[in-house]
């Protein structure tokens, strides 16, 4: 399947950002569903994954301002980042995964991934 993402762009410091992320393909509850992020130079970071099972789990730099949401009828996961700050600013990447049923927090775990939509935020 490919994964396509949206909703990035500039965002002043405070503001709400909601990302989306529309699957293609067949069997889309069967998939563990994750956001990344990644600043140029270094390694790409997860954000957040909503579960088969319909739970989340989040990094700790996202904790209490990150909500991750999945909707299987339209095949399509969200994020929405509340109270932005700049360390917020980076390309996030919407991925997908269904060896496991658990969090997977590894990257490489992941088989399919979105083009990545660029987040600045302004102060």
């Known amino acids: 399947g490919q994964l396509q993402a949206f909703g990035g762009g500039l965002v002043q410091v405070g503001g709400l950002l909601r990302l989306s992320c529309t699957a293609s393909?067949?069997?889309?509850?069967?998939?563990?569903m994750a956001w990344f992020r990644q600043v140029p130079g270094k390694e790409r970071n997860f954000v957040a994954a909503?579960?088969?099972?319909?739970?989340?789990t989040y990094a700790d730099s996202g904790k209490g301002r990150f909500t991750i949401s999945r909707d299987n009828a339209k095949n399509t996961v969200s994020l929405q980042i509340d109270s932005v700050e700049p360390d917020d600013t980076a390309v996030y990447y919407c991925?997908?995964?269904?060896?496991?049923?658990?969090?997977?927090?590894?990257?490489?775990?992941?088989?399919?991934w979105g083009q990545g939509t660029q987040v600045t935020v302004s102060s």
């Open positions: 991925a997908a995964q269904r060896k496991y049923t658990r969090v997977v927090f590894s990257r490489e775990m992941y088989d399919y």
């Open positions: 393909g067949r069997d889309f509850s069967t998939y563990g």
């Open positions: 909503a579960l088969q099972s319909g739970g989340t």
